[in-house]
């Protein structure tokens, strides 16, 4: 796979991975509606889970891909938003809150101040964690990770919870969960908007470049 060296080089690895994605879902949506049994009740809740899937895949693989942007630019620590920053230093932050030898934090805090002015070493594969239950929360704490706005998606988080989130796991779990075919439609559109928006947003990120901190 080519690395992401560039807005262009973004936006296809993207646009390619959510292309899929919504074939995959628009095929399970046409399937339902065309079933012989109207509503196919195996069907539909077979589709829950696999919109699931694609939300955390999605959410996943685009801020692995944007991270990877951020580091192909070749930036110092100082000149990254204080987010990108955090990828870079997380060992030693770590080290700091657990030490508690006044002499040795010193030492570390010297150490990263010193680096500021240093190209950012920053890891990008693997540092996603959805921790296999995308809710708001953890969402909300990814996108904060990456300085991405999580406002325009407050009003998405019930819907994120509850009737995502709530009902995945209640048929991943082996119970019955009664649902009709406008339940998995809405669900279905609902998530569908939402990788949209988090794909635009990380492609407005880098155009307006947010991820740059301008620092004296």
């Not at 069907?43 to 192909?72: C, M």
Request: hydrophobic content about 40%; proline content about 2%.
């Amino acid at each position: 796979m080519n690395k992401i060296r560039t807005t262009v080089d973004l936006e296809t690895r993207l646009s390619e991975d959510l292309s899929w994605r919504k074939k995959e879902i628009s095929s399970i949506k046409t399937s339902i509606m065309s079933a012989k049994q109207i509503p196919n009740k195996a069907l539909i809740r077979a589709g829950v889970p696999l919109l699931y899937a694609h939300w955390e895949g999605f959410i996943k693989k685009a801020s692995e891909a944007y991270l990877e942007f951020v580091v192909n630019q070749r930036l110092s620590y100082k000149e990254l938003k204080t987010c990108f920053i955090v990828f870079g230093l997380k060992n030693q932050l770590n080290d700091i809150a657990e030490s508690k030898q006044h002499a040795e934090n010193i030492k570390i805090i010297e150490f990263l101040l010193n680096e500021l002015n240093k190209k950012a070493k920053l890891s990008y594969r693997d540092v996603i964690n959805t921790e296999s239950n995308l809710k708001s929360k953890v969402f909300e704490n990814i996108a904060v990770s990456l300085g991405l706005d999580t406002a325009p998606y407050t009003t998405k988080f019930n819907f994120i919870d509850v009737e995502l989130l709530k009902r995945r796991n209640s048929i991943a779990h082996g119970e019955y969960l009664e649902l009709d075919m406008k339940d998995y439609m809405d669900l279905s559109d609902n998530v569908v908007t939402l990788l949209n928006m988090y794909k635009n947003d990380i492609l407005n990120a880098v155009v307006r470049k947010t991820y740059l901190e301008h620092r004296p």
